[in-house]
């Protein structure tokens, strides 16, 4: 069973860099067609679909935060991170991090995904 959980601060002041781990076990992230994404969660709104790096290091972002966002990996560690510069307040939510397979774009809601992490809450203090 694959499992995967998310770390990182919970608390970043605003302008900062947001820097989140996920961590994956039960499988290899270089899986063939394993997908592995960031959504968020922001208070009283629906899932945001962030980005996804691919089994093979291919990168793909929402058009909304690519100016911002980067994602990477290391394989040796079986990990995935995401960065995310110049947060603001509206960067406030909860951050999963989540696999789909065969596919970069997920479901719309979290438990339909094949794999996600518990989440973790991050707020942005202005």
């Known amino acids: 069973q694959v499992r995967l959980q998310e770390s990182g601060p919970g608390l970043v002041n605003a302008s900062q860099t947001l820097s989140l781990t996920c961590t994956v076990s039960?499988?290899?992230?270089?899986?063939?067609?394993?997908?592995w994404i960031w959504i968020r969660q922001p208070p009283g709104k629906g899932l945001e679909w962030m980005g996804a790096i691919t089994y093979s290091g291919n990168t793909y972002y929402s058009q909304s935060l690519k100016s911002r966002m980067s994602i990477s990996r290391d394989t040796s560690k079986n990990q995935f991170t995401l960065q995310l510069t110049s947060v603001t307040p509206e960067d406030t939510a909860v951050y999963y991090c989540a696999c789909e397979r065969g596919r970069v774009l997920g479901p719309s809601t979290l438990t339909e995904y094949d794999y996600w992490g518990q989440g973790t809450q991050v707020t942005v203090s202005s």
């Open positions: 039960g499988g290899s992230i270089t899986t063939n067609q394993h997908y």
